[in-house]
């Protein structure tokens, strides 16, 4: 499909590359016939590449961000986008095992720093995962 044609983007911001790859195979095998997948593994970079996606006419959908140990200031990055583009909803990736990212993300999303959060893809496909992202796209498309 001719990205042009595109009708949004979801953007991946993790400063793990491995992270951002994998979750950005992920969602390119289920989303990119109708979304731009961007990744971004320079979170200080985050904002200049929303700014010019939506220059480029390009509604952001989703900021998929990482959360955790690799990602320490996952939140801060997430937060920040609601001043650049306050219609992309904001969601957090934790890996599975990071119990100690659980109450910062819950505090998050109390205090508007982000809209979701969900656990990084396990395996592949993960349909739990997948069922969370269709649900997010749902909600911001509706919007």
Request: proline share 6%.
């Amino acid at each position: 499909m001719a990205e042009d044609s595109l009708s949004a983007a979801i953007v991946l911001v993790s400063s793990e590359p491995a992270a951002l790859q994998a979750l950005g195979q992920e969602l390119a095998k289920r989303y990119s016939a109708d979304y731009e997948i961007v990744l971004c593994g320079q979170p200080a970079a985050l904002e200049a590449q929303v700014r010019d996606l939506m220059a480029a006419s390009i509604p952001v959908a989703l900021v998929i961000g990482g959360v955790g140990a690799q990602d320490p200031d996952g939140i801060d990055v997430l937060a920040a986008i609601r001043s650049v583009d306050p219609t992309a909803s904001r969601v957090a990736a934790v890996r599975w095992g990071e119990f100690d990212a659980a109450r910062p993300l819950f505090d998050a999303v109390a205090l508007g720093q982000i809209d979701h959060w969900v656990m990084r893809p396990v395996q592949t496909p993960d349909e739990d995962f997948h069922h969370a992202i269709t649900g997010f796209l749902s909600e911001w498309g509706s919007r």
